[in-house]
C-alpha cells in the first residue's frame, strides 16, 4: 500500500509539473485572443528589431522567412537543451519503446502474466515519461512571447507584401494565403521548410556534443535499471507433499519395486480369534481372523465381527 501510494504521489507530482507549462502557454494565447492590441504592439516590437537587422525584408520574403526561422529553431534548440539532458531523454525513449515491444509481443502469444508485467512497468515509468515531456515544454514557457511576436510581424509582412505570391523549388508563384490542409497558410509552410532542416541539425550536433561530454559516458558505466527487480519471478516453497512426490518422481524403478515390495512383505496377517470363540450359525469352534479383521468359520465359511 506505501508502493501504491508513493507511486500515486510521484504520478500526481509529474502531472502538476507537466500542467504547469502547459497552463502558462495556454494563458498567454487567452489573453492575446481577447486582447488583440496586444499582439500588434509584440508585432511593433519585432519589427523594430527584425528591419533593421535584414533590411532586404521587403524585397525578398523567402531569404527573410529562412533566417528568422532559422534564428528561432536554434536558440529553441539551445534553451531545450539547457533543461533536458539528452541522455536521459535517449535511455527513457528506449525504455518506453523496449516496454511496448515486448507488450506486444506478450499480447500476440496471449501470455497473460508478462502482458500484466508490462503494463506494471509502463504504470512506473509514466511518472518518468511525463516529467520528460515537462522539460521538453519549459523552454515554451520562455520563448512563447518571442515567437508569437516574431509570428505576428511575419504575418503582417506577408499580408502587406509587394507581392501576394512567393517562388519556391516546387511551385514558382504559390499564394501567400493559399491554405495548405485548410489550416496553414502558404506563408507559414515557408516558414516551416526553411527552418525545420536546420533546427534538427543543430539539435543532432547538441546532442553528439553533450553526448560527447557526459559524465556517465566518459566512464563507461552502465545505466542502471531501477524496476529490474519487477521482471524477476517470484520464487515460492513447495509444500511439502509435492515435495515428496518430486523425491518418488526421481527415485528409480528399482528402488520403487523395493518400496512396494517392503510394504507388501509386511505384517499384513491379523491377530488370531479370542480363545473359545465360536461360530454363531453351525456352533463350530474351527474359526480364524481374515486379514480385514472379520471372525470366518472354516467350516460353513460364516463372516462376523
Known sequence: MAAQAGQGGAQNQAMAGM?????????????????????????GLAGTVIEPALPFHSEFFVPTVAIIGSSIMIVNTMIRGIFMDPLTQVHTAHRNKQITKQLREAQAERDTARVDKMRRLQMEMMPE????????????MFTIVFI??????????????????????????????????WIFPAWVVTYIAMSAPLGRIVDRHIKIIRFGRHPLILKGDPIPEPLLH??????????????????????????????????????????????GTSCPDCNSLSVSRVSSGRIRCDVCRNEWR
Open 230 to 275: 519487477l521482471l524477476k519471478e517470484e520464487t515460492k516453497k513447495a509444500p511439502a507433499t509435492t515435495r515428496r512426490g518430486q523425491r518418488r518422481g526421481r527415485d528409480g524403478p528399482r528402488k520403487r519395486g523395493q518400496e512396494s515390495e517392503t510394504k507388501r512383505s509386511g505384517n499384513v496377517h491379523a491377530a488370531p480369534p479370542k480363545a
Open 19 to 43: 500542467m504547469t507549462p502547459m497552463l502558462v502557454i495556454l494563458g498567454f494565447m487567452v489573453l492575446l485572443s481577447v486582447n488583440p492590441s496586444l499582439r500588434t504592439g509584440l508585432s
Open 148 to 181: 508569437i511576436a516574431i509570428f505576428s510581424w511575419m504575418a503582417e509582412a506577408a499580408t502587406g507584401f509587394r507581392v501576394d505570391y512567393v517562388s519556391l523549388p516546387w511551385q514558382p508563384m504559390w499564394g501567400m494565403m493559399d491554405r495548405v490542409m
Open 129 to 140: 515519461s511525463m516529467a520528460m515531456q515537462s522539460a521538453m515544454m519549459k523552454p515554451m
